[in-house]
DNA sequence: CTTAGGG
DNA sequence: CCCTAAG
């Protein structure tokens, strides 16, 4: 097992205690199996490095899965001892799928897919070109976008950069890399400059000088405002100098402690996402060059560079000191996270084009020599691309809609008990069909739909439904919830899992129990009042509750179009909705005095 | 695990 | 209903 890389480091302020938790490529022999697999390991204080503890690999993975998947990322730009090329080449396995993905829809599946390359960028470069300001770019599409925005940023804030000509002869400067390492005698190399020379600049190219170093924190907070979309409040220059670096370079390997501006450049940073395909192909050569710019910028001032290496655990530092510096009010949810990380890519994404939008899907599902699927899918965070291998610890519960697409194969199996899908099926496995069943038992929704004029009619009717149902439990009750409590969408997922509506005999009961039991005393009416409703959680009975005391009040002012609202939701007996109103009223005033 | 709230 | 943050 392994290769052992640095990646996940200088974290002091993270993990300051003598070891540090960091991630290295999983690159056993037999690893071509599993192109995501990494393994955790810690390095003890004299360097030796320990297998992580779960706990720890579970921290990291929770403390912060991304910036995990980061340093995974940006293993490809250390130089391995390991087996470089190997890694590499998963790489670009994986790339390339993800590339067929994206590009699906305008290119016949094509086995060369180097050959595609050049249009794929086209339709940008043409469509950046006729952007006046912008400088050339060579990344892809989506950050092409985001580029032009930077570079705009730029012109605000008299940065000095020059367009660089869009012909060939740009290689000046920045890009050593990329002219060495790229092969003369690929055919991308070759296709794209004759192809698209004289519209499109060489995905070789450089984008213009940067200026980082002069700009006040202002500027900077501002430029990275402009990068990532949000703001930031770190007024650490050089953190904002290399975050911003890293979000325009796309580009992992900016080292910690120093800029990788020199000279008023960008420098030894190569875009890494000039275009996938150059991407893809310059992993393996990258090596080198690479490791050799870290020796040119990686060390000029501050002792913080380790023995161990570069940073590249800049998500996590990301957050980390980005929090250290300002202090949040909150603590972001992960969801908060995801959505952050969004907004950011649709902020910055000026407009259009899908396939940017739907980026943070699944993307690429990249299938190992074994039987082994490894899903993947690509957060764009902080207006970097990363891919973030499916792993159990990504999501800890129930899966997202878009999971289930991936299980569909089993969901026949899923919908015979749909209403048990409380189950976590994260890891895959496939729901056992005795985990699940138990709640199907419950009464079965009630179709109280028309005819009902009567209410107590219906009431009565409600009641004798559940009654009914709680004798013939699960058996029927399977079709019900599968169209209603599971209506699949379009893209395969799931909305919800069941939604069963409220008996009326249920509602009663509720207010019932909230009149005993008081409001907010959730489980208590749960044991009490519901027992005999095996479903209807602590959760569900609050929640109806304020779907109650909403429906009450909304309609009290004008009692007498309530009782039952056109739509099909049910209709609760006008009575009931004055009790529910009443003990409101009831709840909310007296809680201070005693009872 | 339970509540409270936002989504 | 679902999902989370806080207790």
């Not at 300051?16 to 999983?26: E, G, K, L, N």
């Not at 179709?447 to 409600?462: C, D, G, P």
Request: proline share 5%.
């Amino acid at each position: 097992m392994g290769t052992v890389v640095g990646t996940v480091e200088d974290c002091r302020e993270m993990f300051d205690v003598s070891a540090q938790t960091r991630i290295t490529p999983f690159s056993s022999t037999n690893q071509i199996g599993n192109p995501v697999a990494y393994k955790l390991v810690r390095v003890a204080g004299d360097g030796r490095l320990v297998p992580a503890t779960d706990e720890e690999i579970l921290e990291v993975n929770e403390t912060d899965m991304h910036s995990a998947s980061d340093a995974c990322q940006s293993l490809r730009y250390l130089p391995t001892e390991g087996s470089p090329f190997r890694l590499s080449q998963l790489e670009e396995t994986s790339e390339v799928i993800n590339l067929g993905l994206l590009r699906a829809d305008n290119v016949e599946p094509s086995t060369d897919q180097v050959n595609s390359q050049p249009e794929y960028s086209e339709e940008f470069l043409q469509k950046a070109q006729q952007d006046e300001s912008l400088v050339m770019v060579s990344t892809p599409p989506d950050a092409n976008i985001q580029f032009r925005n930077e570079n705009n940023m730029f012109d605000e804030d008299q940065v000095h950069h020059e367009p660089l000509p869009f012909s060939s002869d740009v290689q000046n400067g920045c890009d050593v890399n990329q002219s060495n390492t790229v092969e003369p005698s690929s055919p991308k190399e070759t296709a794209l400059p004759a192809a698209a020379a004289s519209q499109k600049p060489d995905f070789a190219l450089v984008r213009g000088e940067i200026c980082l170093d002069n700009l006040p924190i202002k500027a900077l907070q501002e430029t990275f405002r402009a990068t990532f979309g949000r703001e930031t409040t770190v007024k650490d220059k050089t953190w904002l100098k290399r975050r911003i670096t890293m979000g325009l370079t796309k580009s992992f390997d900016v080292p910690t402690t120093n800029l990788t501006i020199k000279d008023n450049k960008l420098v030894g940073i190569k875009d890494k996402s000039n275009d996938v395909s150059d991407d893809v192909r310059a992993t393996n050569v990258k090596e080198a060059p690479s490791s050799s710019a870290y020796h040119v910028n990686g060390h000029s001032k501050d002792a913080s560079a380790h023995s161990l290496g570069v940073n590249h655990y800049w998500a996590t530092e990301d957050l980390s000191c980005e929090e250290r510096a300002a202090k949040r009010v909150r603590k972001p949810t992960r969801r908060y996270i995801e959505e952050l990380s969004e907004t950011d890519d649709k902020s910055v994404v000026i407009s259009k084009d899908q396939r940017l939008s739907e980026k943070s899907e699944v993307r690429s599902m990249s299938v190992s020599s074994g039987k082994r699927v490894t899903v993947t899918r690509v957060v764009p965070l902080g207006g970097s691309e990363v891919e973030v291998p499916y792993v159990s610890h990504v999501r800890r519960s129930r899966p997202r809609e878009n999971f289930m697409a991936l299980m569909e194969c089993h969901t026949s199996c899923l919908e015979a008990k749909a209403t048990g899908g409380e189950s976590n099926l994260l890891n895959s496995e496939v729901v056992s069909p005795g985990s699940v069943v138990k709640s199907a038992s419950g009464p079965i929704q009630k179709e109280v739909s028309h005819n009902n004029t009567n209410e107590e009619n219906m009431l009565t009717e409600a009641d004798q439904d559940v009654e009914a149902d709680h004798v013939d439990s699960s058996g029927n009750s399977s079709d019900d919830y599968n169209n209603t409590g599971a209506p699949m969408m379009q893209g395969g997922g799931v909305r919800r899992k069941h939604h069963r509506a409220w008996t009326l005999s249920e509602v009663t009961t509720l207010v019932e129990g909230v009149s005993k039991y008081g409001a907010g005393k959730w489980s208590e009416i749960k044991r009490f009042s519901f027992s005999s409703y095996s479903h209807r959680t602590s959760v569900d009975l609050k929640d109806k509750w304020r779907n109650l005391l909403r429906a009450s009040f909304a309609q009290s002012p004008s009692n007498n179009m309530g009782s039952f609202k056109k739509h099909g939701s049910m209709h609760i007996p006008v009575d009931i909705l004055l009790q529910v109103r009443e003990l409101a009223e009831k709840q909310s005033l007296v809680p201070p005095n005693h009872r």
